[in-house]
Antibody
């Protein structure tokens, strides 16, 4: 069974930093693209970042709203995905989902974690 | 960026009805289109990819169609568990973007 479990959310002041983690199981993590998608309270879904798989050298993509502030990374030996968030803004307040994407082209979002809540407030 | 526009934003229907939700892309995305269902307080669930292919375990009451810029999600014989918010999403290029969502409510 595919499982994705996020952690690391919490309350942080504007300008602060936070690191989210996603522990996965039930599939060959290194073969898959992985994404972070967020949802602000009462709002829709917003794609945040992508980590390509080992076969694609773990290259990354970012939404313009987070580029230069957020860094997606992974540790295949720990089957874990991370999102390092810095220079946080109040508009980054959201539920952050870890999402598995495909292991072939084109990668599609197919399995979602339950999310971890990030609140940016003074 | 490719903009995704869903219509309607909300929809009221009765148990047993058949409903259709429309998603329009601001440019040609071929069939790089996915649909998701989200129930209150829950994570989204992946329903459809490649515009019309059902993910494993998704019942055949859900169907998708379209190509290029115009797409539809149809749900037949609505049951209480189908009342949720539905999102489309393109994966033609970066950034990946979602529609604003369609809230399907019980009439």
């Amino acid at each position: 069974e595919v499982q994705l479990v996020e952690s690391g959310g919490g309350l942080v002041q504007p300008g602060g930093s936070l690191r989210l983690s996603c522990a996965v199981s039930g599939f060959a993590f290194s073969d898959y693209y992985m994404d972070w998608v967020r949802q602000a309270p009462g709002k829709g879904l917003e794609w945040v970042a992508r980590s390509r798989n080992k076969g694609n050298s773990y290259t990354t993509e970012y939404a313009a709203s987070v580029k230069g502030r957020f860094t997606i990374s992974r540790d295949d030996s720990k089957s874990s995905l991370y999102l390092q968030m810095s220079s946080l803004k109040t508009e980054d307040t959201a539920l952050y989902y870890c999402v598995r994407s495909g292991n072939n082209w084109p990668p599609i979002l197919d399995s979602w974690g339950q999310g971890t809540l990030v609140t940016v407030s003074s | 960026d490719i903009q995704m526009t869903q219509s309607p934003s909300s929809l009221s229907a009765s148990v047993g009805d058949r409903v259709t939700i429309t998603c329009r892309a601001s440019q040609d995305i071929s069939n790089y289109l996915a649909w998701f269902q989200q129930k209150p307080g829950k994570a989204p669930k992946s329903l459809i990819y490649a515009a019309s292919s059902l993910h494993s375990g998704v019942p055949s009451k859900f169907s998708g169609s379209g190509y290029g810029t115009d797409f539809t999600l149809t749900i037949s014989s609505l049951q209480p568990e189908d009342f949720a918010t539905y999102y489309c999403q393109h994966y033609k290029s970066y950034p990946l973007t979602f529609g604003q969502g369609t809230r399907l409510e019980i009439k």
